[in-house]
């Protein structure tokens, strides 16, 4: 598509549920980043696909959150058992290797946990 | 780990105002710097990238410098707009984005 797309926009779920967020970057852009922001706090990195490379996971808060990516292509970022202070916006990235930069934003997944 | 300072945190300012918005970082090993605008609700849009053999980037009435040895960018706005409310961020790049908490702007009509 045109831009990046992430589902659901919304998302209400209960503590202790899991839930999963979906990205699909643009075609052909071989880097993808989840950063989640919190209310009141600034944009943090979670997670990093660079094409068949491991990813880096060095921003992923607990074990409780993991991240695919499958064929290169679409992502899912899975949250377990989720607890009240997960509620925050979750935004997907990408950009294509050479550039560096440039990168493209979704508009997010507004995760809240009641 | 990089750290990012934006100042201010806040600004409020009358139509037609020229702006300037800063920002510091700690670590000048950058690949380049990116400007972001994000809307309430929305997601986030570049605005300007400069990269680190760079000084600045023009666009309308944006234009962003960069000192990258002094690890400094700024944001200057001209003849602002009430459209241009907005928070906007800027983000380092070493092989991630590292994101100020953001100046928000609010410009009156």
């Known amino acids: 598509g045109a831009g990046v797309s992430q589902s659901p926009s919304n998302k209400v779920t209960e503590k202790g549920k899991d839930v999963e967020l979906r990205c699909d970057p643009i075609?052909?852009?071989?880097?993808l980043y989840w950063y989640r922001q919190s209310l009141g706090q600034g944009l943090e990195f979670l997670i990093y696909?660079?094409?068949?490379?491991?990813?880096?996971k060095s921003g992923l808060p607990s074990d409780r959150f993991s991240a695919e990516r499958t064929g290169g292509s679409v992502s899912t970022l899975t949250i377990q058992r989720t607890q009240q202070e997960d509620s925050a916006v979750y935004l997907c990235a990408s950009s294509l290797e050479r550039d560096r930069g440039l990168h493209t934003f979704g508009s997010g997944t507004r995760l809240t946990v009641v | 780990k990089q750290e990012v300072t934006q100042i201010p945190a806040a600004l409020s300012v009358p139509e037609g105002e020229n702006l300037v918005l800063n920002c510091s970082f700690t670590d000048s090993a950058i690949y380049n710097l990116q400007w972001f605008r994000q809307d309430p609700g929305k997601g986030l849009t570049s605005l300007l990238l400069i990269q680190s053999s760079q000084r600045e980037q023009t666009s309308g009435r944006l234009n962003a410098s960069l000192d990258k040895s002094s690890g400094r960018s700024t944001l200057y706005i001209a003849a602002s707009q009430p459209g241009d409310s907005a928070t906007y961020l800027c983000a380092p790049l070493i092989n991630k984005f590292y994101f100020g908490s953001g100046t928000k702007l609010n410009v009156k009509p």
């Open positions: 696909f660079q094409g068949n490379s491991a990813p880096d």
């Open positions: 075609s052909g852009h071989t880097a």
